[in-house]
């Protein structure tokens, strides 16, 4: 039997430490989930806190994701969105098997630079791949001018639309494409803090004013 969980609570935040599979079925309420991300353990070996981040075969990582995914599903609500992270080997099978209960809006390469020595065999692997899922295509939260960012034009100056009876500077703003330029956390950066698979601030705060409302239930 696992250890009962201990929950940490701060104004309107809760860190849940436990077996996820039991957390997510006994604490969290079915459809009570505006929008969930999902950065788990990627089956190659991390070290976390001594313990190995490796199951005993590909099949049986996959049919322990396979039911935190059904639970994720089941904990969004009717218009809820779920982002969900993986190493690039498992994605595929991750992305066919959510395609039965979700729609796949995106698949988002999270691409960053690279120090150290790289393969010298193979092409190294300089992204992380993400999945933006989500339960009705026709009624889920996309905030895009949240989230805007400036368009790669090439130009070194603001482009001028003569055309208008004043001339005015194009608006050279977007919304993100699919592949987010996102550096790593390293250390000595300020956020940094010593964990072996941290996620960069950024990455989920583009994610967080992109798929949710002030108040909304974020897991």
Known sequence: MNAIPKIFERENHKIILGDALDSLQSLILDSSIDLIFADPPYNIGKDFNGRKDKWDSDEAYLEWCYQWLNLCVQKLKPHGSFYVMTSTQAMPFFDIYLRKTMTVLSRI?????????????YYGSMYEPILFCVKDKGNYTFNSEAVLVEAKTGAKRKLIDYRKPIPTVYNSQKVPGNVWEIPRVRYRMGEYE?????????LLERIILASSNPGDMVL
Do not use: E, I, L, M
């Open 194 to 202: 010593n964990h072996p698979t941290q996620k960069p601030v950024a």
């Open 109 to 121: 390469v999270w691409h960053y630079d690279s120090s150290g020595v790289q393969a010298k065999r």
